[in-house]
């Protein structure tokens, strides 16, 4: 729906794309590779005008059923003091997981939600220690997995 200010995804399979947004992956993973050095490379390789290209490159990534496990999306209730969301950060940083996206509510009531996105595959003891040492930080009230996927 256009106009919802909302972002909507789906998946879909790979043959039943249109031919222009199949072209612009493949430009997109030549130059991700390093073989053509820019997009005017890429679009004639594949046989793709630059306007198509320009059109759909922001739209569309491939799917990995590896990176779909990759990543873990949390919900926490942190107390509204300082220091908390860095501690938080900082222990995700020892684990070696690396924060995607971070989203925090105003805080009321001393309390603000807070949700991360982690990806988890450089991570040696994965999601379970991490959701462990979350629920030992102090000012951290809450904390529960809500999607894993990517």
């Known amino acids: 729906m256009k106009g919802s200010g909302q972002e909507r995804y789906y998946l879909i399979r790979e ?10 992956v493949q430009a997109k993973e030549l130059l991700a590779r390093g ?16 306007s198509a290209f320009y059109k759909y490159k922001d739209g569309i ?19 509204h003091r300082a ?22 509510t105003i805080p009321l009531q001393g309390m603000a939600n807070v949700v991360i996105s982690v990806e988890t595959s450089t ?3 994965g999601v379970q220690e991490l959701m462990s040492e979350l629920h030992k930080l102090q000012g951290v009230n809450r904390a529960v997995i809500i999607g894993q996927g990517g």
Not at 15 to 24: A, F, R, Y
Not at 35 to 50: D, F, M, N, P, Y
């Open 83 to 104: 220091g908390i969301l860095s501690k938080v950060l900082s222990m995700i940083a020892q684990l070696e997981g690396n924060v995607l996206t971070i989203h925090q």
């Open 123 to 125: 991570m040696v003891d």
């Open 35 to 50: 073989e053509v050095k820019t997009i005017h490379e890429a679009v004639e390789q594949v046989g793709l005008s630059r």
């Open 15 to 24: 043959d039943i794309l249109p031919e222009g947004v199949l072209k612009t």
């Open 61 to 79: 990534y491939p799917l990995s059923k590896l990176e779909r496990d990759r990543i873990v999306t949390i919900s926490m209730d942190l107390e």
